[in-house]
């Protein structure tokens, strides 16, 4: 894995999220497109959490004390039990925009990392630490697709949504 370009993608997605989250109004923040889907909120929140307990904490793990258990997880059940939904967005962000910033610059002080160093995880089986910052990025991209549409969800919602078929379609 290429650690210049992972610390590139990271610092650019954490942009992208922050665009897409600020200039919201707190209705729109908490706003929900059905009681199974997220708000805009919810991503913030869950992508803070992810950033403190999964990611930089795994990869560490990882590098450190390979085939050692993660510690576990419940980025779903987080939602409700954390209360995600009843928090202030420009709080949220401005913490996950510091542990992103953290987390680059630990990334950036590593030296010489082995990216073949292996360990299980419980459900997606044995990941080099390599795959393991791969999908840290993806699981950026994954967010700002769903903050995107989020967006679209919204807009549709303000105005005639057949009048945004001219736009083309979703």
Do not use: C
């Given at each position: 894995m290429d650690l210049v370009y992972s610390l590139t993608r990271l610092t650019q997605n954490a942009e992208a999220i922050a665009a897409l989250a600020r200039g919201v109004t707190s209705e729109q923040a908490c706003w929900k497109p059905s009681a199974e889907e997220w708000s805009i909120l919810e991503v913030v929140c869950h992508l803070y959490d992810e950033e403190c307990e999964d990611f930089r904490q795994r990869l560490d793990l990882m590098?450190?004390?390979?085939?050692?258990?993660?510690?576990?997880?419940?980025?779903?059940q987080w939602v409700t039990e954390r209360a995600y939904n009843q928090r202030e967005l420009d709080p949220m962000l401005a913490a996950f925009l510091e542990e992103r910033h953290r987390s680059l610059e630990w990334l950036g002080a590593l030296s010489r990392p082995d990216w073949s160093a292996l360990n299980a995880h419980p459900v997606a089986g044995v990941m080099s630490a390599g795959?393991?910052?791969?999908a840290w990025i993806a699981h950026d991209h994954l967010h700002i697709r769903q903050l995107n549409h989020l967006h679209w969800q919204w807009l549709a919602g303000q105005v005639d949504?057949?009048?945004l078929e001219y736009a083309g379609g979703w």
């Open positions: 590098r450190q004390r390979a085939n050692t258990d993660w510690p576990p997880i419940h980025p779903q795959v393991m910052l791969g949504p057949q009048s």
